[in-house]
């Protein structure tokens, strides 16, 4: 069983900066992509960036330039650092991984989300 852990969201002032961390735990062989994703209240979870396993990164244009997604692979983690938060930033945010490969007790391919954060920006 893989599990996504998030931590490093809360509430920061508009202006500020908050670094969101998603640690896969469990018995994992590889995961390609890793991402972000977000969903404010009455809206749907949209993509706010994601980070191949080289390194290949992609954004939403409402961040980019703002937000930075990073990932360590030998800890299968992946960050997101957020600069220059807006209220409009606010949030819960997901960690997403996609082609998960298990080997124990068998070969599996899955995604697994995160429980999500909560991030607020006050104005």
């Known amino acids: 069983q893989v599990q996504l852990v998030e931590s490093g969201g809360g509430l920061v002032q508009a202006g500020g900066s908050l670094r969101l961390s998603c640690a896969a735990a469990?018995?994992?062989?590889?995961?390609?992509?890793m991402g972000w994703y977000r969903q404010g209240p009455g809206k749907q979870r949209d993509l706010v960036a994601a980070?191949?396993?080289?390194?290949?990164?992609t954004y939403a244009d409402s961040v980019k330039g703002r937000f930075t997604i990073s990932r360590d692979n030998a800890k299968n983690t992946v960050y997101l650092q957020m600069n220059s938060l807006k209220p409009e930033d606010t949030a819960v945010y997901y960690c997403?991984?996609?082609?998960?490969?298990?080997?124990?007790?068998?070969?599996?391919?899955?995604?697994?989300w995160g429980q999500g954060t909560q991030v607020t920006v006050s104005s």
């Open positions: 997403n991984a996609l082609g998960v490969v298990t080997t124990i007790p068998e070969y599996r391919v899955y995604d697994y």
């Open positions: 469990g018995n994992i062989f590889s995961i390609g992509d």
């Open positions: 980070i191949s396993p080289g390194g290949t990164t």
